[in-house]
């Protein structure tokens, strides 16, 4: 026969489990879509920049696949891609986009994209922390930062970094609003 010692801590230790389970699942449902936690480091780079919440940054994804750089950043890395969003493309002078998506423009393509790639893993912290980066095109991205925001860019522009942090498998992703031109 079971008695009330037994029974006792039996539905406690019960209750405790189940008042965890809310408190995680609220946990979760608070979680915004576009920010999302451990399974977006699942997925590599161009998984994870045509999935969810990643509506604003299309045109570079064209653009990438445009130039056959798909396989490149679906490759092991790591990478530190600088992704400027839909409105940093459409800043650039009108055509300019669709003039570098021509098959006979691929190799100006390369060049612009990869002067968006460093080689390494940088999450923001790491970003701030230094004061230049070589990028897989080969040229020099500068890094400042002022009043908590990090800019990078060369002598022609700079974009600031307006999404930070979006960690995949093979490296991590940071939004910016302009489009970096090479040297």
């Known amino acids: ?3 009330r010692k037994y029974l006792l801590p039996a539905f406690a230790g019960l209750a405790l489990a189940a008042a965890g389970a809310v408190q995680l699942t609220a946990r979760a449902q608070q979680m915004s879509p576009a920010t999302p936690a451990a399974p977006m480091a699942e997925k590599d780079i161009i998984e994870t ?7 604003d940054v299309t045109t570079l994804v064209t653009a990438v ?3 056959g750089l798909v396989d490149t950043l679906k490759g092991k890395g790591p990478f530190t891609v600088f992704a400027p969003t839909n409105e940093a493309f459409a800043k650039l002078p009108k055509g300019t986009v669709e003039n570098l998506l021509k098959p006979e423009n691929k190799d100006k393509l390369v060049k612009i994209l990869t002067f968006h790639v460093v080689p390494g893993n940088n999450d923001a912290k790491a970003v701030m922390a230094m004061s230049s980066a070589k990028t897989v095109e080969g040229g020099e991205l500068k890094i400042t930062t002022k009043d908590g925001k990090v800019m990078v860019g060369n002598d022609k522009a700079t974009a600031t970094v307006i999404k930070p942090d979006i ?12 489009v970096l031109m090479p040297d």
């Open 167 to 178: 960690k995949c498998s093979n490296g991590t992703i940071h939004w910016i609003d302009t």
């Open 65 to 67: 696949k445009a130039a």
């Open 1 to 3: 026969m079971i008695t």
């Open 49 to 55: 920049a045509t999935g969810p919440g990643m509506a």
